[in-house]
């Protein structure tokens, strides 16, 4: 009693493949899986189950497999791969998982005798305390013994996307889908046809029950159409491609192995995620076939009959030569046949049918094969250790009888895979005369064909397509078929089988991969959990890997039975996609680590990297955050010296990255007014002003410098990251709530590279690079801006600043950016100019008490907070946010509000993000809350004043000026002694500003 | 992903897109006329039903054009697209086009109760 | 004209060219503005492209066009062309000549090459030869011009880099 070869299959002259599991080597055949090859080899114990950690064998031989789930080691240690879809190649390394030290002696299996404590809702009743122990105890214990495979190591995949745009996807290469697509070979139409197996055939290769097609042999036949298919000019198939999901809109997505067969070359991509938009869907994905739910009908041994008769005809391995068949349905038949002609002989035939339904004729066969046969009866279950080695039938619903064979071949019906169908939002109904779920109402454009639309029967499928297809401009072509045996299919409801309990050990299940028994359901049920979703999360029922894909319709037949309804009375559980796991990797494709997120550079971003800049990301911007002037300078001291150096005589920023937005019309004046909370209105041409923009509920959303041409033409900056969102704010509100305004807004971020220098030599050094300009203070005063040609393009020059130093911001073309930067270098030599980066920047604004949007705003905080009465227009009669600055909450005198913070003694160093509080040592315990004042927004070591500099929101802080306060540190639980000042530390006469 | 309609540009996938929330509420024209409490209701409230809801969309990465959609929010079917200058159609005109009203089949989902 | 890729039926190379976007009503005074100053009208129907020698008119949307030289123009008069068309309130004309980025796309497998990057549906049948639309490629913003037998795709400058490892990245594997 052992695996034989199927001499008649194509595979025996195969290439010889050597391969290892669990460190052991065999052989298989070249196109194997490593279900069919660990067959071959009479290997039938692969895994241990989840929580009980029994002893699995394989079940079935496609996606649908809960059991024979394994690592592949030398593929970066992949977890999960399903045995009966990953196939070998030369050099596959596979173990299996979840068991130690090994397969065969698995210490967790103690968990199967401990068993009655694993019941329903284990894991809700059990871990429930003391306090403290699910982290430490509870969780990693579980992790251990539970669970499936060792997560990758690390790997960066190299699988890609490639989306599609068609009129028609024919899901499944199978009997329907090729008639199908053969109808649909040069009409006008782009169809793809997306097959999960690595061949066309489906059903036609599976099994011997279809022999001729227009009378050629299947085989033939596939062949013939997979030549036509591919000669056409608007089919396309992919093959190894599994259809995952099925979206709204008719969008599908499909996961294509690439490497089936073959080993990763990790150069090349190994998966693809084709993400496809079709207008029709057809779906011919056939069926899945059920088991029913026995003693121990876990046990290594018991395979779906199906998967059985698919090892014969697309493997040639007969996994064993004497099976038991058990069935309650006419799809067995077949393989009956199969097994005699092959000059085997099965140990016993059980049907639970009466003999009507059987028929006289496959009686008969019975009879004249001389196989023992059982009508009206069924398996009460099989006993063995690691492996089936008796079968107890019970016979005509009586006696039970024993009968010795390792492998028992069992069908509970079949099941139309409607996974993708009611994934679609399609309707379902159930079939009284199948026994399954079947389509009903399609809800997008989708058309079910063959077996997964509950049609059986192989002849009458021809007509199905052709009337289904009908309304497409298809091909009027005819195909007749030539079957084995006729296919009148009927079945006999049966979910679970009468069995004596015999000990612990014994178990009926209805999920293998999750372990849950049959018992588990009963139990749930009894304890109210008697809706079918609620009843699935209590027990886990179907929530596996495989997602029960051959049970979840047993448990509803059970369930029906105990609650005494229609299986239709009580629905199904909800499918949702993926159909089958598919790895992060693929879903991510390349949008990982550089690709991760676009990034943005500025034209002087290599000047910068020869400056040896360290980069901060703003946005998707690349920023300079600090410039080493030597290989080991410390961030904390180059920060230090640049900001010194600009207060002492220049430094210069690249600011390409702010907003810049281009308002022109008639109305702009009015928009400006409407979009800002400053007044616009009597502010002269050529001059520019510090804005701020609220959201309609009073809280600044970004600030900006606002240029003013004329009262038809204006230029905005906004901070980096707001420009976007700047820029889509005034687009809406242009065309949503004020169309008769005639303003056009346009982004010219990119076409504008921005250098702010500042510092008291500035104006030196601008002099120098540009000496058509008199940038006296006469002439050129603070908040004014001019534009003056320069080369073939003009520079547009503001005077501002953002450090409390005399300051310039130059607008400039990129085609001329980094060649004007040099030049400012070149002259700035002499006066020791430093580039500086973003967190200088923020050291000096913060030393003059200049807020960044961002640090000191997080959306709660309006402009009176920060003490910007003056930047809002009262006498305008609106602006986006002005009436939510008088609501109750905004108007409050207690609201968290800006000021600046030094440390009592000046050695001290205060973080950000802290707490300030009234108290100097917190509580130990606490046992009241100590009350909370608010927080430090930013905090620098000022190289000016060369001691620690704060900004802090705090509630009623306007009136705490001078107040001793405390700031929580994380060096301890003393907290630091600060006061209370105004949060500008530096030149607070603005002299340096205006002169 | 779904599939939406810009009235500008053609069928393109939802990713180009931009949800703007409820449509046809207008920016009160004398807030100051307003109460806090009416106020509050312009800034904050916002419906969101299960079923057919009047909202809007912008083609943020493509045209930034803003138009108003019916769309049934258990199914997510656009019932119809509108400029934004278009009169919004009438409900009672899309109630016969909902196949499954609350967007969950009888059978095949979870939302359905098993009585005692 | 520089090569970045030629490969399995796919040709890129990045071009430089100059652009200006013009925004306003589309009507008789605007079209009469725009052709005394390039003596052409802008493309009066949506997503239309117009092509001659010297540039590519495109209309993106009802009140956005873009202006897209082929042949290199003296920047100066660019400027002067934009500071003509802005003397007009009603329209806003506004330089993206060295703002943008240009490549082209084209080869037997373009369609392929770039459904790995997009969406966006490339079919002769939704998207025709002399039209051009705004997309998502390769996550970011991007204008596409089908010049019929090869694609002019733009995108922001700053993203010239990551948007050409983007296409060599998706070339290699």
Redesign the interface.
């Known amino acids: 009693m052992s695996a034989a070869d199927n001499k008649k299959s194509h595979y025996i002259n195969a290439k010889e493949i050597s391969f290892k599991f669990d460190g052991k080597k065999y052989l298989g055949y070249k196109g194997d899986t490593i279900a069919s090859a660990l067959l071959r080899n009479n290997v039938r114990l692969v895994a241990r189950s989840f929580k009980y950690h029994r002893p699995r064998g394989l079940y079935t031989c496609g996606i649908e497999e809960p059991n024979g789930i394994v690592q592949i080691l030398n593929e970066h240690n992949e977890p999960n791969t399903r045995a009966t879809v990953k196939q070998i190649y030369e050099g596959i390394r596979v173990n299996s998982q979840n068991r130690w030290p090994s397969l065969n002696l698995d210490v967790g299996s103690i968990n199967n005798l401990l068993s009655p404590m694993f019941s329903a809702g284990f894991y809700y009743k059990t871990f429930m305390g003391p306090k403290g122990f699910w982290k430490k105890i509870y969780e990693p214990v579980i992790r251990r013994t539970a669970g499936l495979g060792k997560p990758p190591k690390e790997f960066r995949s190299k699988s890609v996307h490639q989306n599609h745009n068609v009129d028609i996807v024919i899901v499944g290469g199978g009997l329907s889908g090729l008639i199908a697509a053969r109808k649909l070979i040069d009409t006008e139409y782009d169809v793809l046809l997306l097959e999960q197996d690595s061949f066309l055939g489906g059903i036609l290769k599976n099994s011997n029950k279809i022999k001729k097609i227009n009378n050629i042999d299947v085989n033939k036949w596939i062949k013939e159409t997979e030549k036509l298919l591919k000669a056409s000019k608007n089919i396309k198939i992919f093959k190894n491609s599994l259809v995952t999901s099925y979206n709204f809109t008719n969008h599908l997505i499909a996961l294509e192995d690439k490497c089936a067969g073959k080993e990763i070359n990790k150069d090349k991509s190994e998966l693809t995620l084709h993400k496809i938009r079709t207008t029709h869907t057809i779906l011919a994905n056939g069926h899945i076939e059920r088991f029913i739910s026995f003693r121990n009908n876990d046990l290594p041994g018991v395979m779906l009959a199906s998967s059985f008769e698919k090892y014969i005809h697309r493997y040639g391995v007969v996994p064993e030569t004497s099976p038991v068949i058990f069935t309650n349905n006419s799809t067995t038949a077949t393989l009956l046949k199969s097994l005699i002609d092959l000059g085997h002989k099965p140990a016993a035939y059980v049907d639970a049918r009466d003999k009507d339904k059987i028929g006289k004729k496959l009686l008969d066969y019975l009879k004249k094969s001389n196989i023992p046969f059982y009508i009206n009866s069924e398996v009460e279950g099989c006993d063995g250790s690691k492996k089936i080695k008796t079968i107890s039938i019970r016979k005509n619903k009586n006696k039970i009888i024993k009968v010795k064979s390792s492998m028992l071949c069992v069908s509970g019906g079949i099941n139309p895979d409607i996974h993708l169908f009611t994934q679609s939002k399609g309707l379902v109904k159930w079939d009284d005369k199948l026994v399954t779920f079947k389509p009903d109402v399609p809800f997008q454009n989708t058309i079910t064909l063959g077996s997964v639309s509950g049609n059986y029967n192989y002849e009458k499928t021809i007509d199905e397509i052709d009337q289904k297809l009908s309304f497409l401009k298809a091909k009027n072509i005819r195909f007749n078929l030539e079957l084995n045996d006729s296919n009148n299919f009927n079945i006999q409801e049966l979910w679970e089988t009468k069995h004596e309990k015999k000990s612990n050990w014994s178990k009926s299940f209805i999920d293998l991969h999750n372990d849950v028994t049959t018992k588990d359901l009963k139990q749930a049920v009894k304890e109210g959990f008697d809706r079918i979703e609620h009843l699935k999360r209590f027990t886990t029922n179907s929530m596996g890997t495989d997602q029960g894909k051959i049970s979840s319709i047993n448990s509803l037949g059970i369930v029906s039975k105990i609650l005494k309804k229609k299986i239709s009375e009580v629905g199904t559980t909800t499918y949702r996609p993926p159909y089958a796991p598919l790895s992060f990797s693929a879903i991510a494709g390349r949008n990982t680590y550089e690709f991760y997120d676009p990034q943005r550079k500025t034209p002087i971003h290599y000047w910068h990297i020869e400056n040896k800049a360290v980069f901060e990301d703003v946005g998707q911007w690349k920023r300079p955050w600090y410039f080493k002037k030597f290989e080991t300078e410390s961030m904390h001291l180059a920060v230090q010296r640049e900001s010194a150096q600009t207060r002492k005589t220049a430094g210069i920023l690249d600011g390409s990255t702010l907003g810049k937005i281009e308002v022109k019309g008639k109305d702009a004046l009015e928009f400006m007014n409407l979009m800002y909370t400053n007044a616009f209105t009597k502010m002269k041409p050529m001059t520019s002003r510090y804005a701020l923009m609220l959201g309609e509920d009073g809280m600044i959303k970004d600030d900006g410098i606002v240029c003013k041409f004329n009262d038809k033409h204006f230029i905005a900056t906004t901070t980096s990251g707001g420009a976007p969102k700047v820029l889509a704010d005034m687009e809406e509100y242009l065309q949503t709530e004020w169309p008769h305004l005639q303003v056009f807004v346009n982004s010219i971020t990119e076409q504008f590279s921005t250098f702010n220098i500042s510092g008291p030599k500035s104006r030196e050094i601008v002099s120098k690079v540009f000496t058509d300009v008199d940038f006296s203070n006469e002439n050129f005063p603070f908040m004014t801006f001019k534009v003056f040609d320069y080369k073939d393009t003009e520079v547009r020059i503001m005077r501002a600043s953002f450090t409390g130093e005399l300051g310039y911001e130059i607008y400039i073309t990129p085609n001329h950016a980094l060649e004007l930067w040099k030049k400012i270098f070149h002259y700035g030599k002499a006066y020791d100019l430093v580039p500086y980066g973003t967190e200088t920047m923020h050291l000096l604004r913060a030393e003059k008490g200049y807020v960044v949007i961002g640090q000191e705003t997080d959306g709660t905080v309006t402009p009176i907070d920060l003490n910007f009465n003056w930047m809002i227009g009262k006498k305008k009669k609106d602006f986006i946010g002005k009436r939510s600055l008088t609501r109750s909450d905004t108007s409050r005198e207690d609201r968290k509000q800006l000021v600046g913070i030094i440390p009592l003694d000046k050695s001290e160093f205060i973080e950000e993000g802290q707490h300030v509080v009234e108290c100097e040592r917190l509580p130990k315990p606490i046992k009241t809350p100590v009350e909370y004042l608010g927080h430090v927004s930013s905090s620098y070591h000022s190289p000016n004043l060369n001691h620690c500099i704060a900004m802090a929101m705090l509630k009623g802080g306007n009136k705490l000026m001078g107040r001793k306060l405390f700031v929580s540190s994380t060096y301890g639980n003393k907290n630091i002694p600060v006061e209370v000042v105004s949060p500008v530390f530096i030149d607070p006469e603005n002299k340096r500003l205006v002169s | ?3 939406i309609n810009c009235p ?6 939802q ?2 897109f931009s949800n ?1 929330g409820e449509a046809h509420v ?3 024209e004398n ?2 006329n ?1 109460n ?1 409490k009416d ?2 209701r ?3 409230y916002r419906d969101n039903p299960k079923g057919i809801f009047y909202e ?1 969309w ?1 083609h ?7 138009f108003n959609a019916v769309r049934n929010t258990s ?3 656009i019932l119809k697209i509108y400029k ?2 278009e009169n919004p159609p009438s409900k009672e005109s899309f109630t016969n086009t909902l ?2 009203p609350s ?1 969950e ?6 939302n ?3 009585k005692k | 004209m520089t090569q970045l890729l030629s490969s399995k039926g796919v040709n890129i190379s990045q071009r430089n060219f100059q652009q200006i976007i013009i925004r306003g009503d589309g009507k008789e005074q605007f079209n009469q503005l725009i052709n005394s100053e390039i003596s052409s009208l802008p493309p009066s129907n949506n997503l239309e492209v117009t092509i001659n020698d010297k540039f590519i008119f495109a209309k993106n949307s009802f009140d956005q066009w873009s202006l897209i030289y082929l042949v290199e123009q003296n920047y100066k008069e660019i400027l002067k062309f934009i500071s003509n068309v802005n003397l007009k309130d009603e329209i806003l004309a506004s330089d993206y000549s060295y703002g943008q980025v240009y490549f082209e796309i084209s080869g037997k497998n373009r369609n392929e090459f770039l459904n790995k990057l997009t969406h966006f549906d490339l079919r002769l049948k939704k998207f025709p030869a002399f039209s051009m639309a705004q997309t998502l490629i390769a996550k970011i913003d991007c204008s596409i011009y089908n010049l019929k037998d090869k694609y002019i795709v733009t995108c922001n400058r700053s993203f010239e880099d990551y948007f050409k490892e983007r296409l060599q990245d998706t070339a290699n594997i």
């Open positions: 992903m779904i599939l500008y540009c053609g069928e393109r996938d990713s180009e703007g207008a920016r009160p807030s100051e307003l806090d106020w509050g312009y800034v904050f809007r912008v943020t990465h493509g045209c930034r054009k803003w199914t997510d079917e934004l200058d196949k499954t967007g089949p009888k059978v095949g989902s979870g359905f109760t098993v």
